[in-house]
């Protein structure tokens, strides 16, 4: 820099004789910084799962595209690596059967899940229909439930009240189990987390009022006592029943305009990023309970999901022994006559869960040992 024309004396930076070390910093410093900014959100992330456990459900809103299936995926590979946890993942789009790690995946057909309509004459009725569910393969879904870890069933069901059905069914399932090991006082629990996509198909108003769901619902009000929790995920707050939504955890990413001014506004009117949030990217959530802003790495997948044969869990029919030659000899004679089992009308599947009849605690099998949990 020149300072006057009668002096002419310059002022500049000492000259830089090794320009490659002094990238290298540069280029050191930047990775520092990024390790430090993923650090930083891998412990945010931490304290997301931390807080669920302590506290109960979590449920994620977000707009299509904002990442709400990868925020899905690398808080479920969190869950799947702490002790004694159990996780159960719903599908409605093969996506998760895709793209997420190794995990076992069963196809649910749409044919499992069946309506009936049962014609009731009570007192002065003339005539009243009432509808109930029936969940089959009952025999197979126990199977896949006792033998696997974590689990992803992906749903061919058409119907959304068939769809919530079934999802009931399973949820129902592990909450008797651990209702009874609760009740017997058993030093240990499974901890079941559920993960539900488009969980306004099975939590929406219009749903979960209807009479046959009303259990689904005081499961879902005492699940967290029985280390039983939801992780669900939608596009809109509004979706949900107020009852359900109001006893989760919020994570919000870039909202529609219409679920912001309806109700996210008025949520965040005491938060740091009550503006910001519609201009979140890609990734970006707001964990409310603690008002941090956490973006998500993008999920790597490591190993394939594979579909669960199920065939293979089914126990095979042992084979009647041969007889020995001396009864072979009396049957060609006549003298000894086998009798033939009596052949009658079976049903071809057990079913898993009836909305009329559900589970009673002795249908339920529970296992006195606590070596199964610590083998996890």
Known sequence: MFINHQFPIYLGAPFDKNPAKSKGKLV?????????????????????VNDILSYGDLLLVANKGIGKTNALMVLTRHFRALPKTRVIIFEDFPK???EFDRIPYLVVKDSWVQEAEHVIDVGNYFLRHERDYTVLMGSQIKAVLKKCKD?????EIQDIERQAFFIYSIIQWFYRKNYLRKFKNYNSLERIVFFIEESQNVFDSSTISKKIFNRLRKIYSVARNLEIHFILASQRLQDLNTKIRGRTRLLLGNPSL?????????????????KEILNFKVGEFLYTPLDIKVKFPLFQQVGKPYEINLDSLMPKPQ???KPNI?????????????EEPEIGEQPE??????????DSESEIEIDESEEYLDEW
Do not use: C, T
């Open 28 to 48: 050191n410093g930047w990775k520092r910084r990024k390790l430090k900014m993923g650090k930083m959100q891998q412990n945010n992330i931490e304290k997301i």
């Open 96 to 98: 998760w059967s895709l």
């Open 151 to 155: 689990i992803l069933f992906v749903s």
């Open 258 to 274: 219409d679920d912001y001014e309806l109700k996210i506004r008025r949520i965040l009117r005491h938060s740091r990023f009550k």
């Open 319 to 321: 084979r009647k022994p």
């Open 326 to 338: 001396v009864v072979r000899i009396l049957q060609k004679f006549g003298w000894i006559v086998e």
């Open 349 to 358: 599947f057990e079913p898993i869960a009836d909305s009329e009849h559900p």
